[in-house]
């Protein structure tokens, strides 16, 4: 059965200039797509990805990555809107490369679909009430 997941992966600083996703793809036959990536040589490294391939390849990927120190994340609990800021202004709509966003026709309010956002923090920008927010 085959999955595709966007997940964060946060790297210590000891495996910042390790070839760490590569294994992925040589060891356990996954593939990815680097979404947004965040890395020094003096600090805790930072990569949003999305991997597929066979879910018993993706389990042990993930041990591998959890084993060498790195920290996982899902990303859908990252990307959040704050309900109480959101005025339902529709500025995140035009923005949103992926149409995370979308009107409602009867209602007039902006739907979010974590499950579309790639983390491109666009909407972030374009939020007057600053309604959208990152957490990684």
Not at 54 to 68: A, F, M, P
Not at 83 to 102: L, S, V
Not at 111 to 120: G, I, M, P, Q, T
């Amino acid at each position: 059965m085959a999955v595709s997941k966007r997940i964060v992966l946060h790297f210590p600083k000891r495996l910042v200039d390790r070839p760490i996703v590569y294994r992925l793809v040589k060891d356990y036959n996954l593939e990815f797509n680097i979404l947004k990536a965040f890395f020094t040589q003096e600090a805790e490294g930072l990569m949003v990805i999305e991997i597929s391939g066979e879910q018993n390849n993706y389990d042990k990927g993930i041990r591998y990555l959890t084993e060498s120190g790195v920290r996982i994340q899902s990303l859908s609990q990252d990307v959040t809107r704050n309900e109480q800021r959101c005025t339902h202004c529709g500025a995140c709509i035009t923005i949103c490369p992926t149409d995370a966003f979308e009107l409602d026709p009867l209602t007039k309010r902006v739907n979010f679909d974590n499950e579309r956002c790639v983390a491109c923090e666009q909407c972030i920008k374009a939020c007057p009430p600053r309604a959208m927010e990152l957490h990684f």
